[in-house]
């Protein structure tokens, strides 16, 4: 089989090494003369980086299989199937594609790269339209490896059958996009993110804070910004330029322009969104900055143009979400993304917007994503109530919610009971590989239920409930084998506060509030007065010792808390931390909680001793004094007036 590339840009030389070391022999046209020896070397030097082991035998034998043409009609004759890879310029493409039509055999199949302009615009020259595709290979080839086959008006099953078996045959993984709309699949939802963080920009937020939530929290390789400098600042621009022109209604800041008018460019010209001494510098971004701007900002639109494609069928969903990973590195498709963050969320984050239907239709439906089993996926899905405690299991991960909204989610015995039954419903099922725990309302938990304590009558009753009640969860949870995540939505007092120093990571809103008053409530000595010191030091100390309040930063700063996000973006930041354990090997999951699990035994002893403490002076005068107190808002006589 012969391949003739018209056109040896950077894709042009490159699909070429791809298609001779696939062991066809191609044919170079129109490129100039004085270019031949660095595009062989090029290519040479291309294939021997791919790794093989008999890389320099490859090389040699797939360079031989190369050759430079001059005679372009000549060439068109003996060509099976022709790729014209000139660069994006739509009436070059069109003339070009026109003559080669003309000289090339009946047989033959004619394909265009084309990463933005509709297929059926650039072929409108030629005659046979039956055999004409388009090919949009994203990235560059001899990384990526992926393509989008777009079919034309016209295009036959025929073509397209011949086209999937030749992308096959060199190594390129592909899908099909049914409708040629501007950008098809991966570019479109790309350039509408990419105009998005632009739109960001505008509102004040700064490049490296998009950029530090697009990597550290979605988990994409580059930012926005960074793909723009990376890609060139006119590139982005032109394809901007060009989508809006063939329809995408796209806004284009007047910042591009200016961008482009002094010259800053991107990494070729040293400057851009960031400075560049060095090609191959990368913008230094810190962690740091990305917990102000919610993600869902930023990939919400690239999920409402999803679900456009969607239901314009111009690609169906596992192809949408493939072109994303395979051709954009994403961690997982955009359609994914949205059933792991809800349905819900994701159409508060394009509140304002045009929303397309289908996804205010799936809200309707109750199609949510993970969080009732079917979005744009089937996830398994299971919903069971141990008293006050809700149980879902959210396909990989279970949430586990204390329902006691109007006592603050209170620690009674059923809760104590309740969310060790959860617990253990969340251990035991295979799917499940991560727990996540919050409270309903505007607590996490206001500590131990009072009134409860207040009615045990001796000692006996007080040690017995601990014992029978709350040793067996803190052992559950001390013990656990997968990974519990914590999301303090509001207060966290005594044991809600206490709760939390066995559990794996705290993730707080900032308007959290934390505190340790069981000594002002009758001289009950706090769980953190004794575990709190053995887990995270003295400091916790003044707080046991006069009950006050601490905000989630300085819950932070003690070492309780681990992440402090606004209170919009606490249910999606424990999903993206389900996401990036759940990425982990299972076996290194296991080994790191074991370890953990070695480390809290070392504090079981010091644990039950304090719980041993709080069941003795539960029925003692001091706590009956400080719980009336308690209730009727008043302070009790050994606090002084």
């Known amino acids: 089989m012969r391949i003739l590339i018209v056109g040896a840009g950077t894709i042009g030389r490159r699909i070429a090494a791809l298609c001779a070391i696939a062991g066809f022999y191609v044919d170079l046209a129109a490129i100039p003369r004085e270019t031949l020896g660095s595009v062989i070397t090029e290519i040479s030097q291309g294939m021997r980086r791919l790794g093989e082991k008999e890389a320099s035998e490859i090389a040699v034998n797939a360079v031989n299989r190369i050759r430079i043409v001059e005679n372009l009609a000549e060439a068109c004759r003996e060509a099976d199937f022709i790729i014209e890879a000139l660069d994006e310029r739509a009436e070059v493409k069109r003339e070009t594609l026109g003559m080669l039509d003309k000289s090339c055999r009946s047989d033959a199949i004619l394909s265009t790269i084309t990463p933005i302009t509709p297929v059926s615009y650039i072929v409108s020259a030629v005659r046979r339209l039956d055999r004409v595709i388009g090919l949009n290979f994203l990235v560059t080839p001899i990384r990526a490896r992926f393509v989008e086959i777009v079919k034309g008006e016209g295009t036959s099953e025929h073509t397209l059958r011949k086209t999937m078996e030749f992308i096959r045959s060199i190594g390129v993984e592909y899908i099909v996009v049914e409708k040629d709309v501007p950008g098809f699949v991966a570019n479109r939802i790309n350039l509408r993110i990419l105009s998005e963080a632009l739109r960001l920009l505008e509102e004040g937020y700064k490049p490296e804070e998009i950029d530090a ?5 979605i988990g994409m390789l580059l930012g926005p910004f960074e793909t723009i400098d990376s890609s060139g600042v006119d590139m982005i621009y032109n394809m901007m330029k060009e989508a809006v022109e063939r329809g995408m209604d796209i806004e284009i800041p007047r910042i591009m322009e200016k961008m482009i008018e002094e010259n800053r460019l991107g990494v070729k010209t040293g400057r851009g969104f960031y400075e560049y001494t060095e090609p191959q510098d990368r913008a230094k971004i810190s962690p740091g900055h990305a917990y102000r701007l919610n993600p869902l900002r930023l990939i919400a639109p690239g999920v409402n143009e999803a679900a456009w494609l969607l239901r314009n069928n111009v690609a169906d969903r596992d192809s949408i979400d ?86 603050l989610n209170a620690l009674n015995e059923e809760m104590w009971r309740g969310l060790n039954q959860a617990f253990t419903q969340a251990e035991r099922d295979p799917e499940v590989r991560v727990v996540v725990i919050t409270g309903r309302g505007r607590a996490f938990s206001a500590g131990d239920d009072i009134a409860m304590m207040g009615s045990w009558k001796n000692p006996s009753e007080g040690k017995e409930f601990f014992m029978k009640t709350v040793s067996p969860l803190l052992n559950t949870i001390i013990n656990y084998e997968k990974p519990i995540i914590s999301l303090v939505n509001g207060i966290a007092f005594g044991g809600g506060l206490e709760i939390n120093l066995l559990f794996d990571i705290v993730i707080a809103s900032e308007d959290a509030t934390f505190s340790v008053p069981e000594g002002l409530i009758g001289a009950l000595p706090p769980i953190a007065s004794s575990l709190g010191q053995a887990l995270i030091g003295r400091k916790i100390t003044r707080y046991c010792l006069t009950g006050e309040h601490m905000d989630a930063e300085e819950a932070k700063q003690l070492g309780i808390v681990d992440i402090v996000v606004p209170k919009d973006q606490l249910e999606i930041t424990g999903i993206e931390y389900v996401n990036k354990i759940t ?30 403490e709080l069941a003795g002076l539960a029925s ?18 050994w606090t002084g007036k």
């Not at 939530?213 to 929290?217: G, K």
């Not at 005068?621 to 808002?633: I, N």
């Open 620 to 637: 003692t005068e001091d706590f009956a004094e400080g719980m009336r107190s308690f209730l009727q808002k008043k302070r009790p006589s």
């Open 213 to 217: 939530v697009a990597r550290y929290r």
């Open 322 to 407: 493939r072109a994303m990973v395979l051709g954009m590195s994403y961690p997982k498709g955009v359609l994914e993304m949205a059933d792991d963050f809800g349905i819900d969320n994701i159409l508060k984050a394009l509140e304002g917007r045009n929303i397309d239907p289908l996804l205010s239709n799936m809200a309707l439906e109750g199609r949510l994503g993970k969080k009732t089993g079917e979005g744009f996926y089937r996830w398994s899905y299971e919903r069971r109530e141990f008293g006050p405690v809700i149980y879902e299991k959210r396909h990989n991960y279970a949430l586990i919610t204390m329902n006691r909204p109007e006592k």
């Open 583 to 612: 990425r982990l090997a299972p076996l290194s999951i296991r080994a790191i909680k074991e370890i953990s699990k070695t480390y809290k035994n070392m504090y079981k002893q010091i644990l039950e001793k304090g719980l041993h």
